[in-house]
């Protein structure tokens, strides 16, 4: 059994003042092959892909697998979990205790359909009652510091009344994706609206939505949030969550390392742990990693259409 760390050294508030820069939970991306190359470039909170709850409670092997994969180095981790029952959330989350993650984050924002529909992710924001028995379920069974994610509300902006109770409830700290449920992933990320949501509350809030660039860092801290949510800006760019955390510190930004050394590695941890049946897993990355080479567009071609593994290799270190 992998041990994250100690508990007790991790307080959320401490530790955005210190590094205000957060690693997304990204389902079917942030598995442990990617996470071993995160941390090469950020001894920050990473968080998992997100858990059922559900599948933890009937002690579901391959979600277990998801988890305990998880690098055993130095750096928090956080577990996100999801799931529409309170019972069950308590008696999950007291299975995670034993690996000692820092922090448990709720998905309150997840807008799939098959999600929704058993009343987990967003689906709460039409039942916040329900969304808080939840909370409660796993405060009362995990020590450690407890978070919630959301979006800004269903069809429009309704979650303020919700940022209120989760307050009350003693909330560890929020962090608001600035997309409506209704929006996916499309458009763009109300930020000014969570920068006002995160001035209005007594609690760190973290925000989520189009977080590509250095400016971007700086545009969300500087507009009064205590933390920033780096996801899709590390697909193919990991070393980015160093990029955010000079930002955030004034700092200019370390050239950037060698693209292919970097995607070379990935791909020898994703052999590692699922072997052959992991390339068409390491195709969504390297179409992410392709978009920094020179003449991207033929490259991405050759590299998301290679047939092994072997293949892959002798395109990147081509490169
Ligand atoms: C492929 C993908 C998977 C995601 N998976 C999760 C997830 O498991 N849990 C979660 O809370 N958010 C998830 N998100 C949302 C992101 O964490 C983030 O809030 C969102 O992408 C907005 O940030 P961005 O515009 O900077 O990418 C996912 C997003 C993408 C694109």
Not at 53 to 62: G, I, S, V
Not at 181 to 203: C, H, N, W
Not at 254 to 261: A, F, Q, T
Request: glycine share 8%; charged share 25%.
């Amino acid at each position: 059994m992998i041990l994250f760390g100690e508990l007790c050294l991790f307080r959320y508030k401490d530790y955005l003042d210190e590094i205000p820069v957060i690693a997304a939970p990204l389902a079917d991306y942030t598995d442990y092959p990617f996470r071993y190359v995160m941390r090469k470039f950020f001894q920050g909170l990473i968080f998992t892909e997100m858990i059922s709850l559900n599948a933890l409670d009937y002690d579901d092997e391959k979600t277990w697998k998801m988890i305990e994969t998880a690098p055993q180095e130095k750096g928090p981790i956080g577990i996100q979990v999801f799931g529409g029952k309170a019972d069950v959330a308590g008696r999950a989350v007291s299975k995670l205790k034993r690996l000692s993650p820092q922090v448990i984050d709720i998905n309150f924002a997840c807008p799939v359909r098959k999600v929704i529909k058993i009343g987990a992710g967003a689906g709460v924001l039409n039942e916040p009652e329900r969304g808080l028995e939840i909370v409660r379920a796993v405060k009362e069974n995990f020590d450690g510091e407890v978070s919630v994610k959301l979006r800004l509300g269903v069809q429009s902006d309704t979650v303020e009344y919700f940022l209120e109770r989760l307050v009350h409830e003693g909330i560890s700290a929020v962090t608001i994706h600035g997309r409506t449920v209704k929006q996916m992933y499309s458009g763009i990320a109300d930020r000014r609206r969570t920068l006002e949501l995160a001035k209005q509350f007594p609690i760190p809030i973290v925000v989520s939505g189009d977080v590509f660039s250095s400016d971007d860092v700086n545009e969300i801290l500087e507009g009064g949030a205590e933390g920033v949510l780096v996801a899709r800006g590390m697909i193919g760019r990991p070393w980015f969550l160093t990029d955010a955390v000079s930002a955030s510190r004034k700092e200019a930004p370390l050239p950037v390392p060698k693209i292919s050394e970097v995607a070379l590695m990935h791909m020898n941890k994703i052999i590692e742990c699922y072997g052959d049946r992991g390339l068409s897993r390491f195709r969504k990355h390297l179409a992410g990693y392709a978009k920094g080479f020179h003449s991207a567009g033929k490259i991405r071609h050759e590299l998301v259409t290679a047939k092994s593994f072997i293949e892959v290799e002798k395109i990147l270190k081509r490169l």
